[in-house]
């Protein structure tokens, strides 16, 4: 069972380039998350799905867009990459709805730095 | 101010004491409440989850939840060398929300 799985796990990126991270669950898990985590600031919201074919923003959606493609699969996306986004990636899924009693199980991270 | 409060640390305790981590939360629609590890370079895994006032105990961990003064602590009994990790607190209104993490240093 391979729980939560990110791609690409490094990645280094130019101002303005684009890129989209990848993740899937195959823990049949209502909904899933994109954290974003930098030093001494814990992890932050980016966006959240509570559902196939929902999507929310979190508390620091900007410069990111996401795609709930299906029940397993949740991307996020940089259309065009700035410094301020280095940092390390978590996506993570639940099998609650959001409002209810949340247990996250989080992918190993993706590491990316934009030059 | 951030909705969910830790101290970064680092906290240095010696190995066999116990280990007192804080965390306080500003919305007080939170109603379920979560302790992650994170070791370094590893993501978080859950290790407590606590959801009505008073303590909960798991093992050498014990969670504790005031939500008339919106606290919320962990402590962990006879700390060992491998406890050395950051602990993050999360409180959930809706979405899920993280305090920066605490450091703790477990020295032997």
């Known amino acids: 069972n391979a729980g939560v799985t990110q791609t690409p796990k490094f990645q280094v990126l130019k101002t303005g380039q684009s890129m989209t991270l990848q993740c899937a669950q195959d823990m049949n898990h209502n909904s899933m998350y994109w954290y974003r985590q930098d030093p001494g600031m814990g992890l932050r919201l980016i966006y959240y799905?509570?559902?196939?074919?929902?999507?929310d923003k979190g508390e620091v959606p900007n410069g990111y867009n996401v795609s709930r493609l299906n029940k397993r699969e949740f991307s996020l996306r940089l259309e065009s990459a700035a410094p301020s986004q280095t940092s390390v990636y978590f996506c993570?899924?639940?099998?609650?709805?959001?409002?209810?009693?949340?247990?996250?199980?989080f992918g190993a991270g993706s590491r990316l730095t934009v030059l | 101010q951030k909705e969910v409060e830790q101290n970064s640390g680092p906290l240095s305790v010696p190995e066999g004491a116990i280990a007192s981590l804080n965390c306080t939360y500003s919305d007080r629609g939170s109603q379920s409440f979560f302790w992650y590890r994170q070791y370094s370079g590893k993501s978080p895994e859950l290790i407590m989850s606590?959801?009505?006032?008073g303590d909960k105990e798991d093992g050498r961990f014990t969670a504790q939840l005031n939500k008339a003064s919106q606290y919320v602590s962990l402590l962990i009994r006879d700390s060992q060398p491998s406890d050395s990790a950051t602990y993050l607190c999360?409180?959930?209104?809706?979405?899920?929300?993280f305090g920066q993490g605490t450091t703790l240093q477990v020295k032997p």
């Open positions: 993570a899924s639940s099998v609650s709805g959001v409002s209810g009693a949340n247990v996250l199980t």
């Open positions: 799905s509570a559902s196939e074919g929902t999507t």
């Open positions: 606590i959801y009505s006032n």
């Open positions: 999360a409180a959930q209104t809706g979405k899920l929300i």
